[in-house]
């Protein structure tokens, strides 16, 4: 800025040269700009009180997927044993979408529950997990692993199906943003944005014509 006479130059403090906000006033003669910046640089931006107020257990898209199938027949006059077993990469990934990191340049993490596929009352629906710390996008591969195992008398058969269930979600959620300075201040802020999510349930191997239950369990 610059007083006109004199062509001085009057420095402006803007702080971090982040902009938060701005004011404007006019009158007959003079127009006045007025500009906030925050005083110190970020330090970090998190998201609390994270919900995803459309979830409900019977929110769809879940999907069974058969991962191998196992047949055997004992033709012979004497019991054999047997066994099914495998093993399978999955993919779980989860992204909360937000423009906070683009605004500020800096990593949001979020304090969140993720929704997951659980079975209640031998139905599968979705369920939250418990608190725990995230980034804003999150991807990892697990195995799944199952083996069961018995024994076959003399002329019976036996016919199964391990199968997991893929949960994919896109949904909307809330959060509130905390973001804290490098001086020590902090302000928060509510904020929204599009939770996308890829999980897997656990192995079941099941008998494939009557899709009953084993009780045999698969290994952890």
């Not at 006033?25 to 006045?32: K, L, Q």
């Not at 949960?167 to 599009?194: D, E, M, Q, R």
Request: hydrophobic share 35%.
């Amino acid at each position: 800025m610059y007083d006109w006479p004199k062509k001085t130059e009057y420095p402006v403090n803007v702080g971090s040269g982040i902009l938060v906000g701005a004011i404007y006033n006019a009158g007959a003669d003079i127009d006045a700009h007025g500009y906030y910046f925050l005083d110190s640089p970020i330090a970090r931006a998190r998201a609390t009180d994270v919900s995803y107020p459309t979830l409900t257990f019977d929110t769809h898209q879940i999907t069974p997927i058969s991962l191998d199938s196992y047949s055997q027949y004992n033709s012979s006059y004497n019991p054999i044993s047997w066994e099914f077993s495998g093993s399978h990469q999955a993919k779980r990934s989860q992204k909360w979408s937000s423009q906070i990191g683009n605004a500020f340049s800096v990593s949001l993490t979020l304090e969140a529950q993720i929704p997951t596929v659980v079975k209640v009352g031998g139905q599968f629906g979705w369920q939250l997990s418990v608190v725990s710390t995230h980034e804003a996008e999150e991807e990892d591969t697990h195995s799944l692993t199952w083996k069961v195992g018995g024994t076959l008398q003399p002329l019976e058969a036996i016919n199964l199906v391990a199968l997991t269930r893929r949960g994919k979600l896109s949904l909307p959620y809330s959060s509130t943003i905390v973001i804290t300075l490098k001086n020590g201040a902090t302000f928060s802020f509510p904020s929204s944005g599009t939770y996308e999510g890829l999980c897997y349930t656990g192995v079941e191997v099941t008998d494939a014509p009557s899709a009953s239950r084993l009780n045999a369990k698969p290994k952890s």
